[in-house]
T-cell receptor, first 116, second 111 residues
Framework: NAGVTQTPKFQVLKTGQSMTLQCAQD?????MYWYRQDPGMGLRLIYY???????DKGEVPNGYNVSRLNKREFSLRLESAAPSQTSVYFCASSELAGGFPQETQYFGPGTRLLVL | GENVEQHPSTLSVQEGDSAVIKCTYSDSASNYFPWYKQELGKGPQLIID?????GEKKDQRIAVTLNKTAKHFSLHITETQPEDSAVYFC??????????FGKGTRLSVIA
């Protein structure tokens, strides 16, 4: 099992460009999450999907959109990238559905995004 | 909403010594407290968690303690080894809100 995979590993964008970060998990998990990690800020939740077909905003959703394409895949889209979105983005998944299950979250290796 | 404070931000210890990382939380409804370890270039990985009905939990060289009255919890690593060098994050959740993470502690174990 690959666990949680993310593509691309690294991306450079110019201000105003758009891109989609891809995430897939092969553990048959129900919940999926997108976080951003900035120096000195820890991990902050952008969006989450408590089950296939549902998505909700997290702590820092502005400037992002998400799609839960199917049970395996959860993508994050930047419509018009800004320098403030320079960060490392992590996708995670957990087994249970609904709400905020208090269980292990499995993280992908991250995508480093630089917006110039 | 929940606020999690984590200290220290950096910690250096000699190999074989113990390391302690402390976190405080603000929401008395929080009842789940995981700790994640992040090695360089990788995503965080759960190393231990504790729920509010338990005061202490151990797993080999790692232990977590919880003081609900004071709203703080701590990670203890004994007999530290170079492979313990990483960034450690605490987090808290009430079950009705997402996990809120602390800002992380960079632990360096000096051989």
């Amino acid at each position: 099992n690959a666990g949680v995979t993310q593509t691309p590993k690294f991306q450079v964008l110019k201000t105003g460009q758009s891109m989609t970060l891809q995430c897939a998990q092969d553990m048959n998990h129900n919940s999926m999450y997108w976080y951003r990690q900035d120096p000195g800020m820890g991990l902050r939740l952008i969006y989450y999907s408590a089950s296939e077909g549902t998505t909700d905003k997290g702590e820092v959703p502005n400037g992002y959109n998400v799609s839960r394409l199917n049970k395996r895949e959860f993508s994050l889209r930047l419509e018009s990238a800004a320098p403030s979105q320079t960060s490392v983005y992590f996708c995670a998944s957990s087994e249970l559905a609904g709400g905020f299950p208090q269980e292990t979250q499995y993280f992908g290796p991250g995508t480093r995004l630089l917006v110039l | 909403g929940e606020n999690v404070e984590q200290h220290p931000s950096t910690l250096s210890v000699q190999e074989g010594d113990s390391a302690v990382i402390k976190c405080t939380y603000s929401d008395s409804a929080s009842n789940y407290f995981p700790w994640y370890k992040q090695e360089l270039g990788k995503g965080p990985q759960l190393i231990i968690d504790i729920r509010s009905n338990v005061g202490e939990k151990k797993d080999q060289r790692i232990a977590v303690t919880l003081n609900k009255t004071a709203k703080h919890f701590s990670l203890h690593i004994t007999e530290t080894q170079p492979e313990d060098s990483a960034v450690y994050f605490c987090a808290a959740s009430s079950g009705n809100t997402p996990l809120v993470f602390g800002k992380g502690t960079r632990l360096s174990v000096i051989a």
